[in-house]
């Protein structure tokens, strides 16, 4: 290894780099998805559009109505008179999420103990949503229904609750720092891909080929621009995620910075074997694209713990490096054990683990000649 | 009409030669949707439960037997309190349930006991519904006698299932995706290769060359859009369809068009198949995280709401889940088939004139 | 002993041989050429020698040898390449003076006032001195091969193996390419190998390696090789065995001929050998074409036509004339105008300032434009051709783009093919045909709506010499059998000589409008076309 000729073959990599627009794609991007992900994806439902038909109009049943414009999930809108075709009709527009029908004798019925029933009717289109919205208005009218219930319960079993590290079960938290383990994933990915294939597709490879530049050399040459320019967005990431989107941060920073920038360094290793493996640049980002955006979602834990995962997707999960990562991500964000924890501390060398071998592989791969 | 057939037919056969694009393009329409619809659940299931159990058993017993497959995984037994917790911090138990030791007795005297429950509730959705998946099998085990009966429909989509959603939903997303990078790419090729100078001194009307070029991409995802809705939707994942399947052709139909628009703008401002991927990307990934594809259009950002009025693909969304699932009328379908059209147009005619430009 | 020595060198890519057992020596100071067509073995042999492809076979250099690019490590410092290909080995992002830096680093040379001497020397035989801080992408072709060059020299390489540096160069680039090279070895004593498509540069060289699919079949100095064609070559006669064939200058026979002997050049190498091996060289042929028009006296004018791109004036107010049934030649170096002229002419660039007149028509709109692309026929640099679609299809694209009704187009396509010598390649795909054949294909594809003036973009570059041979019997006999006028660019100055008329441009102007016979007179002293070119250009004769 000479340090003067990586030097100026990193010169060279910047300089190409920061003149070309290839620049954009470093810092928009991961801004860009970081942006449009966290405030784009809200799985919780708030403000459903909630349509009631109050065919009874008694204190019982404007008392239940009540509990419905209270509660910030409803935006509730109480009518009479309306047909449930023309009702339907406003939930087949997508108008109205929920729409409930008071029966008329509602109150008298009640009082009676006749069991009038209720009938509600869920826009099903968007499936997590629907028994979201399911679930709220059970929860409202057997609330309500239990004000009124006269006869004691047997075997009544409550839940004393604990939300452990999102107390207030935002989606943000949930969901800002799995999308840092998707960008560290796949930008450095696409950028490191295109950095060799380029020099195939035009050419300049031979420089490479022709001069004693070692294969170590060249690849470090090229890993360094793209992991400085990076590890800039390791930080960027964190602004959005702390002060945008106002996600706690509970753990070490070092711990972030490190695990992050092995992390880098895995996903550069990810890049450099796509570039090496192919001939054109488009292929490079295409199959680069498709390796990571997909693993990087499914195994993020952002919408299926690990924990709920089974058979060959459990297994999956353990091959790909991006679980080993938003372990630790999530614990510095949310929990905060730290490395105290033994798992994070195992996790970590597993990150190690993965850089060293994916950066191993690729170097080997890169041959020094034509064809 | 014969200069337009043999420019179309001209990019048909290009398109087969590339035996890569055409395995992606094949790849998109099939495989990946498959595997967006298969893989991305965000219905809880199989939630790991852990427990910690000092009352010796009886009652406790019985309540952790209803919880069961597909919602919970078996409960598995902790020794102590600590070792709950450290799972849970460790993440390998999602929900964590104490009995205490006065559990049985208060249950037996009281006729009403107290579960101390541990939730990790970072994927908030899936701790939220397994909160109530918990608290139903509670209720049901209380037998409670309510006054009143709920009669729950869920419309249009009554077996809720994620998969046949996300399908559709990635479906969409590919018809962007390829309508525009497959358009732009029908142009740059022709600039990358030096082909360009030659179309442009045929005597061909340009307005034909660009429309006729255009047109053939369409073709291509319109045969893709026939391919994914047969094998996916229908015959992987049963997707419903309540309304037209003409209507939800003729809508995408113009949304390709609506994409190809997009493609041509892109073609315009590009020199080389790198910087198609790198604006294609940038340009779609907001139009695809707008459309409502990922979540609901009421539930955004109320900016990111008026922003999403200007996306096409969220008429085309909105338009394609009422004809499957809703099965809106065809005439009730008009204010989509506005939207997609006026967006289209303006983007086709746009996109149009750029790269006429060029020419 | 051999400075360098190549043992039986076979290389093979992807189970297709492309060179077999090849042996060479060379001593310290000498220049090596290797000729042959395209796809003969040249590159492939240059790569193994350089170390960057594996190979079967030794090379022994400096008393040094090695089997595999593994093992030709050790020895890179000492050697140099650059490859094929206008400006590959260039990053076009970074300036002049970054290459310099960045070659020089990567060779890990330390900084030194002799380093920095070394340095400034090269950059003014390259004449690039004045550019040190100009991006490589904005050079000219002829500055990027020099600058290519110098870098390529920056470490002193003491073997330097060159692959066609002067392909698709000016004549003075390349004078100035070889200039640079002849100072190198003599002060350095470097080996060079070098590839050119040029026979008059081969002529200059120590000795020259002929290379056919794959083999070197011959190699001698240029006289040796000279000296055993000699026999066979004749004045132009009409061939009366199969064993024959007649180009535009000679007549080369197998079997004796009742002709004068004509002294031939090293082009006869490739002539001779092809009908040694029995291999077809069709024969072109063009037959009348089908609608008869009358060619106006006057095809296209020009005047005072200018471009600009941004401060820099690509032509700065240049009259031309392109008469009735005219070959007219465009010459100039690299960026002199002639590409941007053409591109004038066609309309792909807006024409700033002056008048344009085809076909009798003041031509300002787009609209009139199209109505002339009916007669006009064009072919670019590169034969730009579909790749994805075979001959076939492409040509059929290309009639239904001109509205030919099928059956029509088909039966001129089929003509074409034979009579220009490409039928058995129809269903090929353009990318996996010689550049030859491609080029005949192109000029077929810009004649099937018979036009009526042909602009031909450096249709040469690159292409070997028989195909160059057949391309120009096709021009000539275009104009015979047709009449139409013919605008034509080239490197080649020994093609210039088939052209009517000459316009010589230089940065931008023209300099000379004339025929080649008066050109010849006004320079008396010239023994070839190309010392005329170097009059106007060159300021140091």
């Known amino acids: 290894m000479n340090s003067g000729v990586i030097a100026a073959y990193i010169l060279k990599e910047f300089k190409e780099l920061l003149r070309s627009r290839m620049i954009a794609i470093v810092y928009i991007l991961p801004t860009m998805i970081i942006i449009l992900f966290g405030y784009g994806i809200r799985m919780e439902v708030t403000h459903a559009r909630t349509l009631i038909i109050d065919n009874d109009r008694s204190k019982i049943s404007q008392d239940l109505t009540v509990r419905f414009q209270n509660s910030k999930y409803f935006d509730t809108k109480v009518v009479t008179g309306i047909t449930l075709k023309e009702a339907l009709e406003s939930i087949k527009r997508a108008k109205t999420d929920i729409l409930i029908i008071i029966p008329d004798r509602f109150e008298k019925e009640l009082l009676k103990r006749e069991k009038p029933e209720i009938a509600v009717f869920v826009d099903g289109a968007f499936p997590v949503r629907a028994s979201t919205m399911e679930n709220y208005v059970k929860g409202v009218i057997f609330d309500a229904a239990s004000t009124i219930l006269k006869e004691k319960p047997k075997n009544l079993v409550t839940i004393n609750n604990r939300n452990l590290f999102n107390q207030p079960m935002r989606d943000e938290d949930a969901i800002v720092p799995g999308l840092i383990g998707l960008i560290l994933l796949v930008a450095p990915a696409i950028l490191s891909a295109l950095l060799i294939v380029k020099e195939k597709e035009e050419g300049t490879i031979f420089n490479f080929y022709s001069s004693a530049v070692s294969r170590g050399e060249f690849i470090l040459a090229k890993i360094v621009p793209v992991f400085i320019l990076h590890s800039i967005n390791i930080f960027i990431l964190f602004l959005w995620a702390t002060w945008l989107f106002e996600v706690p941060f509970r753990g070490s920073f070092t711990l972030y910075w490190l695990s992050s920038e092995l992390y880098i360094l895995t996903s550069i290793g990810i890049g450099l074997l796509v570039s090496v493996i192919t001939r054109s640049q488009i292929v490079a980002i295409v199959l680069t694209i498709i390796i990571t955006i997909i693993p990087g979602f499914l195994y993020s834990g952002m919408l299926m713990p690990i924990s709920s995962m089974s058979g060959e997707s459990k297994i999956e999960a353990h091959i790909y490096p991006v679980m080993y990562y938003n372990h630790i991500i999530y614990d510095t964000f949310l929990i905060g054990q730290g490395l105290d924890s033994p798992k994070n501390r195992l996790y970590l060398v597993i990150l190690l683990f993965y850089a060293l071998f994916m950066l191993l592989l690729g170097s080997r791969l890169v041959k020094k000649e034509t064809g | ?359 | 002993m051999a400075d360098l020595e190549l043992k039986k060198i076979t290389v093979t890519h992807k189970r297709v041989v492309a060179i077999k057992d090849a042996s060479l020596r060379a001593q310290e100071g000498e220049i090596v050429g290797f000729i042959g067509a395209d796809g003969a073995g040249k590159s492939s042999l240059m790569h193994a020698v350089a170390g960057v492809a594996s190979f079967e076979g030794e090379v022994v250099f400096k008393g040094r040898t090695f089997r595999s690019p593994k093992e030709a490590e050790p020895l890179k410092p000492l050697i140099g390449l650059m490859p094929q290909g206008i400006g590959l080995v260039l990053y076009k992002n970074l300036t002049v003076d970054e290459h310099l830096t960045f070659f020089t680093k990567i060779r890990n040379i330390p900084e030194s006032p002799s380093l920095r001497e070394y340095r400034q020397r090269l950059l003014e035989m390259a004449g690039l001195s004045p550019f040190t801080d100009r991006p490589a992408g904005k050079l000219s072709g002829g500055m990027k091969q020099k600058l290519s060059l110098i870098c390529t020299l920056i470490h002193r390489p003491k073997l330097l193996i060159l692959d066609e540096p002067t392909t698709g160069v000016d004549p003075l680039s390349r004078l100035e390419l070889w200039d640079i090279l002849d100072e190198i070895r003599k002060s350095e004593g470097t080996i060079a190998l070098v590839s050119t498509a040029y026979m008059e540069e081969a002529a200059k060289m120590d000795r020259v390696y002929l290379f056919d699919s794959g083999e070197i079949i011959a190699s001698g100095t240029a006289s040796e090789l000279l000296e055993k064609v000699a026999e066979y070559s004749y004045e132009p006669t009409p061939c009366t065995t199969r064993r024959c064939i007649t180009t535009m200058d000679y007549t080369y026979s197998i079997d004796p001929l009742d002709a004068p002997r004509k002294t031939p050049t090293l082009e006869a190498l490739f002539f001779i050998n092809a009908l040694r091996e029995g291999q077809q060289i069709p024969h072109i042929e063009i037959s009348d074409r089908e609608n008869k028009i009358a060619v106006p006296p006057v095809v296209m004018e020009a005047k005072g036509l200018t471009k600009r791109f941004g401060d820099f004036v690509a032509d700065d107010h240049i009259d031309m004339q392109l008469r009735g049934g005219e070959i007219l030649g465009l010459l100039g170096a690299n960026g002199a105008g002639k590409t941007t002229f053409i591109k004038m002419l066609l309309g792909l660039y807006p024409i700033d300032e002056g008048e344009l007149t085809l076909l009798g028509k003041p031509i300002k709109s787009a609209k009139e434009r199209r109505e002339l692309k009916a007669s006009i026929g064009y072919v670019s640099q590169q034969f730009s051709l579909y790749k994805d679609m075979t001959v076939r299809e492409n040509l059929h694209y290309f009639a239904s783009m001109h509205a030919l009704d099928i059956g029509k187009a088909q039966e001129r396509i089929s003509r074409y093919a034979k009579e220009l010598g490409f039928e058995k390649y129809m269903d090929e795909l353009p990318s996996d045909l010689p550049l030859g054949i491609n080029q005949r294909f192109s000029v077929a594809a810009a004649l099937l709506h018979e036009p009526v003036v042909l602009f031909l973009d450096e249709p040469t570059s690159g292409v070997d010499a028989i195909a160059r041979s057949q391309f120009w019997q096709m021009i000539t006999l275009l104009k015979k059998k047709w009449g139409i006028s013919i605008l034509i660019t080239t490197h080649y100055m020994s093609e210039a000589e088939y052209c009517d008329r000459i316009v010589l441009l230089k940065e931008g102007k023209k300099v000379a409008d004339d025929s080649v016979e008066n050109l010849y007179k006004k320079f008396p002293k010239a023994k070839s076309f190309e010392e005329i070119f170097l009059h106007y250009y060159e300021d140091r004769i």
Do not use: C
Request: aromatic residues 14%; without cysteine; positive net charge.
């Open chain 2, 1 to 359: 009409m014969k200069i337009f057939l043999a420019l179309i037919t001209k990019e048909l056969i290009g398109f087969f030669r590339s035996w890569g694009l055409v395995a992606v393009v094949l790849y998109s329409f099939t495989l990946d949707i498959y595997i967006a619809g298969a893989g991305i659940e965000m219905q809880a299931k199989n939630i790991s439960v852990g427990y910690v159990d000092e009352t010796g058993g009886g009652m406790s017993q019985k309540i952790l037997s209803r919880l069961h497959m597909p919602e919970f995984q078996k409960p598995v037994m902790f020794n102590s309190r600590e070792a709950l917790s450290r799972s849970i911090y460790n993440r390998e138990t999602m929900v964590g349930i104490i009995f205490e030791s006065d559990f049985e007795k208060n249950l037996q005297k009281y006729k009403r006991a107290e579960i101390n429950l541990l939730l990790d509730s970072i994927s908030a959705t899936q701790s939220f519904q397994a909160l109530q998946y918990l608290q139903n099998i509670l209720l049901e085990y209380a037998d409670l006698k309510y006054p009143v009966k709920l009669k729950i429909h869920k419309l249009f989509n009554p077996n809720a299932t994620t998969s046949q959603f996300m399908a559709m939903a990635e479906m969409l997303s590919v018809i962007t995706l390829l309508g525009v990078i497959l358009t732009a790419a029908v142009f740059v090729r022709e600039k990358e290769n030096g082909t360009w100078e030659i179309m442009l001194l045929t005597p061909v009307n340009p307005k034909l060359i660009i429309l006729a070029k255009s047109f053939s991409q369409v073709i291509i995802v319109m045969a893709g859009v026939v391919m994914a809705t047969g094998i996916v939707l229908f015959g992987a994942f049963d997707v419903p369809i309540n309304g037209s399947l003409f209507a939800f052709f003729l809508l995408s139909f113009f949304y390709a068009f609506t994409s190809a628009g997009i493609g041509l703008f892109v073609a315009a401002v590009s020199k080389s198949m790198l910087q198609v991927a790198q604006l294609s990307i940038l340009i779609m990934m907001p139009l695809i995280f707008l459309s409502g594809a990922w979540t609901p259009i009421h539930a955004m950002h109320p900016l990111l709401q008026d922003l999403s009025l200007i996306s096409p693909l969220r008429y085309y969304i909105e338009g394609s889940e009422s004809i499957f699932f809703r099965g809106t009328s065809f005439v009730d379908l008009w204010s989509y088939f506005a939207g997609v059209i006026l967006l289209g147009s303006v983007l086709y005619f746009y996109g149009f004139r750029k790269i006429g430009r060029l020419f």
